[in-house]
């Protein structure tokens, strides 16, 4: 089983930036594909963006496209999901997944989750 540790949440206000972390222990970034999902209260989680190992593609949905960066650090073992011009929408639990396929588009194959970091909005 894999085994992240995230970090990073916090409450801004509308317009303010959070850059969350997903250290990784048992496994390496670097040969895992990585995706950020988000789930606000009575919602359904939803993919936010992801990055393919093999050839670093970065995905974003259109809410988080010119707004979120994804990356890694592959000598921190760590992945980064950067929020800037944050919108009270986004306020949710942010959670970091893993899949061991080479396209992180494949959904069905994350099956390790972090704990989950609470993303709050508000002025």
């Known amino acids: 089983q894999l085994h992240f540790v995230e970090s990073g949440g916090g409450e801004v206000q509308p317009g303010g930036s959070l850059t969350l972390s997903c250290e990784a222990s048992g496994f390496n970034w670097g040969v895992y594909s990585i995706a950020w999902f988000r789930q606000a209260p009575g919602g359904a989680r939803e993919w936010v963006s992801c990055?393919?190992?093999?050839?670093?593609?970065?995905y974003y949905t259109d809410t988080a496209k010119g707004r979120f960066s994804i990356s890694r650090d592959l000598a921190k073992n760590t992945a980064y999901l950067e929020m800037n011009n944050l919108k009270p929408e986004d306020t949710s639990v942010y959670y970091c997944?893993?899949?061991?396929?080479?396209?992180?588009?494949?959904?069905?194959?994350?099956?390790?989750w972090g704990q989950g970091v609470q993303v709050t909005v508000s002025e």
């Open positions: 990055f393919s190992y093999r050839d670093r593609t970065k």
């Open positions: 997944a893993a899949s061991g396929h080479y396209q992180c588009r494949r959904w069905d194959s994350y099956t390790d």
